[in-house]
């Protein structure tokens, strides 16, 4: 078969066209800084495994606390990868969005019933509807009393007498109580010092 000499200049580019171009892919992948077999990150989201920080169940309520004119913002906040072995986090916010209070109770404290607290055949499932029942109940507004110290209560240790007398002279204080490892704590704020203060009964 004959090949006029224009077809063979045209097959001699093109093979040359080929070789280079398999000449910059080679060069292109030795100094690229991508690994070509690099391990594959699946995206989060469902099926990811629960941990220390996975939320479970947040409850939420509104009171006067800081300002009486203006409520703050209450909230119960489970994390942990199981109910019974979960942290409780309680915030109280201002209105102007400050966190007044952050703190960290075990979930187990607010299975107030000893026939589950203390019994050993009791249900896994029972203990967790007690808890979860407990954070729905925490923010009752039984819980919240004003004033937060009444006149005829005696100071508390912990506390100093600036603090003391500025929670004691204002009748307009709240208090809020809730249960905690020594039992009941009472949370109020003092206007004149413009903080939190822990009151443990």
């Not at 920080?53 to 942990?80: E, I, W």
Request: charged share 20%; net charge positive.
């Amino acid at each position: 078969m004959k090949l006029s000499f224009r077809t063979l200049t045209t097959l001699t580019i093109l093979a040359q066209l080929g070789l280079a171009a398999c000449v910059n892919t080679e060069r292109e992948a030795a100094t690229s800084s991508k690994e070509p077999r690099g391990d594959f990150t699946p995206p989060s989201g469902r099926g990811q495994r629960v941990g220390g920080a996975t939320v479970l169940n947040t409850v939420r309520a509104t009171h006067a606390f800081s300002d009486p004119k203006s409520p703050d913002t209450f909230v119960l906040q489970m994390r942990g990868p199981r109910i019974l072995t979960s942290q409780l986090h309680l915030f109280v916010i201002s209105s102007q969005g400050d966190t007044l209070r952050h703190e960290v109770l075990p979930a187990r404290l607010l299975l107030d019933d000893p026939t589950l607290r203390d019994n050993q055949s009791a249900s896994t499932r029972d203990k967790e509807i007690s808890i979860l029942r407990g954070m729905n109940a925490f923010f009752k507004p039984d819980h919240f009393v004003q004033p937060a110290v009444p006149t005829s209560a005696t100071q508390p240790a912990e506390l100093d007498t600036q603090t003391w007398a500025s929670l004691r002279n204002d009748p307009r204080a709240v208090g809020f109580n809730y249960p905690s490892a020594s039992g009941t704590s009472r949370l109020a704020y003092s206007r004149q010092l413009r903080r939190a203060i822990l009151l443990n009964e």
